[in-house]
């Protein structure tokens, strides 16, 4: 009898856990959320902020567990998640766009493109703004362009890295303005913004709340988006100072799920997301961390990919050719 | 002076359970291999989100302090460093531990982690000013130069093998280039998916340092019947006070030299560690003694590791700049509460700014206790058969090198380089040059290349990194550092000689004599 008892016990709790699976909604366990930047990056601290309010019945009712993947500007951590996660709903992963659409236009051994994902919701929006340092001979737009032109080639402008919304605003800007400028990549924004403080580079373009904050050693020139901010509502859009530069550049930080998920699981993470982007305590822990927000749920974010993506052709096509 | 009248603000009953709680959370996590300080802080930093501004500040600061001190213990015990800072402390930890003074091992570290820790923080507190300045001068050229001084090291590390310690050098400046070189974002050497993103430090680490060792404990698996067993001894934390106190050049070494490289950002703890070993060897009257279990060498490393922590926090304090990647995610803990740093932070939020400046010092008190607290049971983790010590000690390497990207591929390339090492270190090759490679050379590389960006917009390569002051004195440090290096090789080589020649003579005089 004693033999039996242990592939008793075993079959018993093999037939709880199938029971289990088959019977409980979704999700019935923590779901897992990739981020595909190291710790302490801004859109890692925002991921943890907008999915702090999970585990409540209104929303998952589960945990959401954060696990960063970084390595070579995201796409180690996306082409694990479009080739390897599962697409069982327990998965998810952070976007960012420009990022990881000009990666997989550029970079040959990107293993996804916009189709490999179904978009969910997106919450934030942090536009590129062009920012010198507090004592630069440059105090206006026009003076930089103006001596750009004179001197092709000799301003030397920084980012974030390679192929990031702040080197698609760089491209955007040499082209509309017909200028020659020099891009220098940068490990991550701050080191970036710690350069451009220093004047180790004559300007740089930066996280819009990166700049916001530390207006006391940088001037902001202008915002590469179509509106202006409330953050900073005294600096100017390129497009006000007759420069088109639009939106493509502008940092969107949302969540995507694997190419293949159910219909209904979707549905029930745009509803949970959406719900949780627009509850009052995220809502005011966002704007407390100065972390512009910025909710359009899966159709909105679709159209937003598909949107980005052409540009992004046209805007690439001259620099590979 | 703000500073003391908020200093006693942090002396509520709850405040010193977040210190001590964040004191014995930040010791222990910091001892499991793979969970860096930057991790530990970063998975505490959502907790802050629902408490005080201060006692979540309090809490990520216990934390942080603790947790680069804690990367010593498993440092010491198993020869796997807890985190990349905690490389050196293997150097003269382990063989001390082997030794039978693994106790005391562990009361240095802590004890030379707090003096260190208390160093860094007055520097933050008096100095704060004149040191954001500096850092501010550290730009691609600088950092280019400090990573050669880096490099420089090698060779002292490797004193009597110099030759096998540059090949292993390169070796690991040769690995650095795996992956997307960020700059041009050109690939190199991605001949398999695991390698895209390059090789991280951790498994690196934890593969070239513990699994030679594993395969050594295996070999020797049949003499585990003899192992000698320690006790608990009695007077060793007097022991270990008294070893402070007598190599005060040790830790005031150290600590000057973390909280320099602290300060700057992107150098970080591991660099710091580091030299600070190198330069207390050349200091000392007895060099010949490190890498075989010398105090000097566990107190210099650990005061150097724990001084960067006060020194990080300034750049981030007064200009949102983190001059550590665990500063970085600290920045998130300031952020949440809508406390913006910058000078605004001390005048506006003085009182939650002075509060958390002042838990740091009564931290690493809490620290230090706690630590040598803890490392009373060592022994016991001494006493383990290798045969047991084996199987945990593998758990261990595989669940750090995941845990670091929560990826298999680190596993596998933990397991490869840990091969390639066992291998090597039969010929007398060690670890150390390589992962001092693995970490020097993207600073080196990607500095240089954004140096070189940049200077072909100006004046041209000669004048963008052989001018300016900083550049001067870091190159001066670096041309010290390798006259020095061949100075004491060759007086090393001239005292054999000399010994060798003696004997010879005396041989022949006792030769004669029969």
């Known amino acids: ?321 | 002076m703000d500073f003391i009248t908020y200093f006693f603000a942090c002396f509520t009953p709850l405040k010193i359970a977040l210190m001590i709680g964040g004191a014995v959370g930040g010791i222990l996590l910091g001892a499991a291999p793979g969970l860096s300080p930057t991790m530990a802080v970063a998975l505490l930093v959502p907790f802050t989100f629902h408490m005080d501004p201060a006692e979540g500040l309090i809490l990520l600061g216990a934390v942080y302090t603790a947790a680069v001190a804690g990367g010593s213990i498993t440092a010491i015990l198993i020869n796997i460093p807890g985190a990349p800072a905690n490389i050196a402390t293997m150097f003269d930890g382990h063989p001390m531990a082997r030794k039978g003074k693994a106790e005391k091992a562990l009361y240095l570290s802590f004890l030379s982690s707090g003096v260190g820790g208390l160093f860094g923080v007055a520097v933050l507190i008096l100095f704060t000013p004149p040191i954001a300045r500096m850092a501010m001068e550290f730009g691609p050229a600088e950092l280019f130069w400090l990573a050669i001084f880096g490099v420089t090291v090698i060779a002292g590390l490797s004193s009597g093998t110099v030759v096998k310690g540059l090949y292993a050098g390169s070796f690991g400046l040769l690995l650095s280039c795996i992956g997307e070189n960020p700059v041009y974002g050109v690939e190199r050497f991605v001949f398999s998916d695991m390698l895209t993103g390059g090789i991280s430090i951790i498994p690196a680490l934890i593969g070239l340092f513990a699994i030679p060792q594993i395969f050594t404990l295996v070999e020797t698996i049949g003499q585990a019947l003899e192992k000698q067993s320690f006790k608990a001894q009695k007077g060793v934390l007097r022991e270990a006070l008294g070893e402070i106190i007598r190599h005060p050049r040790q830790w005031i070494m150290g600590s000057v030299v973390g909280s320099f490289i602290g300060a700057i950002p992107g150098a970080g703890g591991q660099v710091a560690g580091l030299i600070a070993y190198d330069q207390s060897k050349k200091m000392s009257r007895t060099p010949e003694l490190y890498g075989t279990g010398t105090p000097e060498g566990v107190i210099s490393v650990e005061s150097s590791n724990n001084a960067t922590v006060g020194p990080a926090l300034i750049p981030l304090l007064t200009m949102g700049i983190p001059g550590s990647p665990t500063a970085a995610v600290l920045l998130g803990g300031l952020l949440i509460h809508g406390l913006f740093p910058g000078p605004e932070l001390f005048t506006k939020h003085a009182d939650v700014a002075y509060t958390f400046i002042a838990s740091m010092v009564v931290a690493q008190f809490a620290m230090a206790i706690f630590g040598i607290m803890i490392s009373r049971y060592s022994h016991i983790v001494m006493n383990i058969p290798n045969i047991f010590m084996v199987a945990a000690v593998t758990i261990l390497c595989v669940y750090g090198s995941y845990s670091v990207q929560n990826s298999m591929d680190d596993v596998i390339i933990m397991f490869c380089l840990g091969l390639c090492m066992y291998l090597s270190s039969r010929n007398s090759f060690s670890p150390a040059p390589v992962v001092l490679g693995l970490i020097l050379g993207p600073l080196a590389e990607d500095n240089f290349s954004r140096g070189k960006i940049i200077a072909q917009t100006g004046d041209g390569l000669a004048s963008y990194f052989l001018t300016g002051g900083v550049n001067m004195v870091v190159i001066a440090l670096c041309a010290i550092s390798i006259g020095w290096s061949i100075y004491s090789e060759w007086k090393m080589s001239r005292n054999n000689e000399a010994r060798r020649a003696q004997a010879t003579a005396a041989t022949a005089a006792s030769l004669s004599e029969a």
């Open chain 1, 1 to 321: 009898m004693k033999k039996l008892l242990i592939p008793f016990c075993l079959l018993a709790l093999l037939l709880c856990g199938m029971s289990g699976a088959a019977m409980a909604a979704y999700p019935d366990k923590p779901l897992s959320m990739v981020v595909t930047y190291p710790p302490g990056g801004a859109t890692d601290f925002q991921a943890r902020i907008v999915t702090t309010m999970s585990s409540d019945e209104k929303f998952f009712g589960q945990p959401i567990v954060v696990i960063n993947k970084p390595g070579a500007g995201g796409r180690v951590g996306w082409n694990w998640f479009a080739e390897k996660a599962a697409n069982d709903g327990y998965w998810l992963s952070t976007y960012n766009a420009p990022h990881f659409i000009a990666q997989s236009l550029v970079f040959k051994d990107s293993k996804f493109t916009v189709d490999s994902f179904e978009p969910i919701a997106t919450w934030g929006a942090d536009p590129a703004v062009l920012i010198v340092p507090k004592d630069s001979p440059f105090k206006t737009l026009k003076d930089l362009i103006d001596f750009a032109k004179a001197n092709p080639g000799k301003v030397t402008v920084n980012g974030a890295g390679l192929y990031v919304g702040h080197h698609i605003a760089m491209l955007q800007l040499a082209k509309a303005a017909g200028i020659k400028l020099t891009y220098v990549p940068e490990q991550g924004g701050t080191p970036a913004m710690q350069s451009v403080m220093g004047g180790k580079v004559m300007a740089g373009f930066n996280n819009l709340a990166d700049a916001y904050r530390n207006r006391e050693t940088v001037n902001i020139l202008a915002i590469a988006d179509l509106q202006r901010h409330p953050f900073i509502e005294d600096v100017p859009t390129f497009m006000e100072q007759g420069v088109e530069v639009d939106n493509s550049s502008v940092n969107y930080r949302g969540i995507f799920l694997p190419k293949g998920t159910d219909a209904a699981v979707i549905a029930k993470c745009e509803k949970a997301f959406l719900d949780m982007f627009n509850d009052k305590k995220v809502k005011e822990l966002m704007v407390q961390s100065g972390s512009p927000m910025h909710v359009l749920d899966r159709k909105q974010t679709a159209e937003l990919f598909t949107k980005v993506k052409k540009n992004l052709e046209e805007l690439l096509k001259d620099i590979k050719e």
